[in-house]
């Protein structure tokens, strides 16, 4: 059983940055890859970014990547998400997950998820 809380959302203007933390109970939190889902208002979730379990390998939705970067601390049990450069339309609230099926997109391979941090991003 993982438990995730989320922290770190906020408002900010465009082109400003924040940093999201996901923090993660569980001993076997190293074996978990980690990722990031986003739902705006009236839209379905969708993918933002994964780490998996050694935190060597990533994955980005096109429209986040080299503006946005996850990473992840083991001796934290935490893992992050760096949001730079961002837009109005990078608005909605961001979900921390994890699952055990490799750097997937679906939100079907994750088991466990957090409670959510809303993201504003004012233009």
């Known amino acids: 059983q993982v438990q995730l809380v989320e922290s770190g959302g906020g408002l900010v203007q465009a082109g400003g940055s924040l940093r999201l933390s996901c923090a993660a109970s569980?001993?076997?939190?190293?074996?978990?890859?980690m990722g990031w889902f986003r739902q705006a208002p009236g839209k379905e979730r969708e993918f933002v970014a994964a780490?998996?379990?050694?935190?060597?390998?990533?994955y980005y939705a096109d429209s986040v990547k080299g503006r946005f970067t996850i990473s992840r601390d083991g001796a934290k049990n935490t893992v992050y998400l760096q949001m730079n450069s961002l837009k109005p339309e990078d608005t909605a609230v961001y979900y921390c997950?994890?699952?055990?099926?490799?750097?997937?997109?679906?939100?079907?391979?994750?088991?466990?998820w957090g409670q959510g941090a809303q993201v504003t991003v004012s233009s």
């Open positions: 997950a994890a699952g055990r099926r490799g750097l997937i997109a679906l939100r079907a391979a994750y088991d466990y």
């Open positions: 569980g001993r076997t939190f190293s074996s978990y890859t």
């Open positions: 780490i998996n379990w050694s935190g060597v390998s990533t």
